[in-house]
């Protein structure tokens, strides 16, 4: 069901490891020529491209594409009650995490007279995208919105698939959960042409430009984020989900396949990864998979994305090496499940976000951790941070010398703008000691 990779005394060198690090064929270039052409349309005919594009890929034709407030006000109204009370507490506890996020401003004393102003500002206008093909994510909007609005964006957009079930309109649960977060700018579209919209508007929609697009999607969304970025920033190019469990003798088999199986539900590419020194806790979770696998609410698909070459049963030395080969893979979602997980943290570099101990499963951070399970995927939280209040603040450094401080340095910029042979640097400092 799952395959078996076995690096037990081996000694891969860097380059060798990375070609065994499992990972689904998902190149998003090889999705650039379509996504490219899906935006272009969508820049030339604006709503009209959004609703066929709807029609050729959802099944359906909205009525329009731009949600009605009345829509939302609905369907906060019907949300299961349930349902409305654990999206309520996710945001609170979401919100909370988020206010910890807020770097403070600061005045640096360089010398006497010369200070260094470091401030956050806030992003105007945000794209939020949230997918919804094979399943729904009101979580996702929590998600996106409540750094957002954390950080003070002042302008939110949000954009989800029309659905067929619901005659075009974005899935209930979305907009519901859109309401109870008082954003009333939606719209029913997905997909590239999505995220054209966001990043070059639709005059016919009254849809402005946004200045940084966030959230998940598929290899077209991806590559969409790619062929726009520099037009509008991105967050990350986050693709199928992924876990990666590190385990040693101690954990507890059961729990360790639950986990797996329950990021593999997600998607047929969905990577669900073990690193283990332990044989024996290695066949025992091949087993529990093996009988639980088929009775899965989604078992087709589980049993896809376990198949596949995206996910493994790794066999290592020792911990060290479980951590070494994790920092290798950086992995959306790492679980720590051993004796000592502190000690393995210590090892770790590179993670979207960690689940330390048998009690922090990923399913909590998708919902009422508090964290953000919006997270860099394929590899790239070994550089890109996951979604946070800081994606949407810009770091900006305001400098005030007075004269004085300005004419102690006068002569150490000349020098440089000398060796630069920039003169013209140099002048603009020393006139203002020598102007009449």
Do not use: C
């Not at 290798?328 to 679980?335: F, I, K, N, V």
């Not at 910029?413 to 603009?428: F, K, T």
């Amino acid at each position: 069901m799952i395959q078996t990779i076995d690096l037990r005394g081996l000694q891969p060198n860097r380059a060798e490891l990375l070609d065994l690090v499992p990972r689904a064929k998902t190149d998003v270039s090889a999705a650039t020529a379509v996504a490219g052409e899906l935006i272009d349309d969508v820049r030339a005919r604006g709503e009209a491209a959004l609703l066929d594009q709807a029609e050729r890929f959802d099944g359906v034709r909205p009525r329009h594409v731009r949600v009605d407030v009345a829509a939302m006000t609905s369907a906060v109204r019907q949300l299961d009650p349930a349902v409305r009370d654990a999206l309520e507490e996710s945001i609170a506890r979401v919100r909370v995490a988020s206010e910890a996020q807020l770097p403070t401003a600061g005045v640096t004393t360089i010398a006497e007279g010369a200070e260094i102003i470091q401030r956050w500002k806030p992003i105007h206008r945000v794209g939020l995208y949230v997918p919804g093909g094979k399943a729904v994510y009101p979580s996702s909007v929590v998600m996106n919105v409540v750094p957002a609005q954390v950080a003070g964006v002042s302008s939110i957009a949000l954009a989800s698939p029309p659905q067929k079930a619901f005659d075009g309109m974005v899935h209930p649960a979305i907009l519901g959960a859109a309401g109870l977060l008082g954003i009333d700018e939606v719209y029913a579209m997905g997909g590239s042409g999505a995220i054209g919209a966001f990043a070059y508007g639709v005059p016919d929609l009254s849809l402005d430009p946004v200045q940084l697009i966030t959230g998940p999607g598929n290899v077209y969304v991806a590559a969409a984020k790619r062929l726009v970025r520099g037009t509008t920033g991105i967050d990350s190019e986050a693709g199928p989900t992924e876990i990666l469990v590190i385990a040693d003798a101690t954990a507890d088999p059961f729990l360790v396949a639950a986990d797996l199986l329950s990021q593999a539900e997600h998607d047929e590419l969905a990577a669900a990864v073990l690193v283990t020194d332990s044989v024996e806790l290695a066949d025992q979770v091949r087993a529990h998979l093996e009988r639980t696998v088929p009775s899965a609410h989604h078992s087709a698909r589980v049993e896809e994305a376990l198949r596949g070459r995206q996910s493994a049963i790794v066999l290592v030395d020792d911990l060290e090496a479980a951590a070494a080969f994790s920092n290798l893979y950086g992995p959306e979602h790492l679980e720590i499940q051993t004796e000592e997980p502190g000690v393995v943290l210590d090892l770790i570099d590179s993670a979207g976000a960690i689940f330390l101990g048998p009690d922090s499963p990923v399913s909590l951070g998708d919902y009422l951790a508090g964290s953000n399970h919006v997270l860099p995927t394929g590899g790239q939280s070994r550089f890109t941070p996951g979604l946070g209040t800081y994606t949407f603040l810009r770091p900006q450094q305001v400098i005030r010398y007075d004269h004085e401080a300005l004419r102690s340095v006068e002569g150490r910029i000349v020098a440089l703008s000398s060796a630069e042979d920039l003169p013209a640097h140099g002048a603009a400092v020393t006139a203002r000691f020598t102007r009449p």
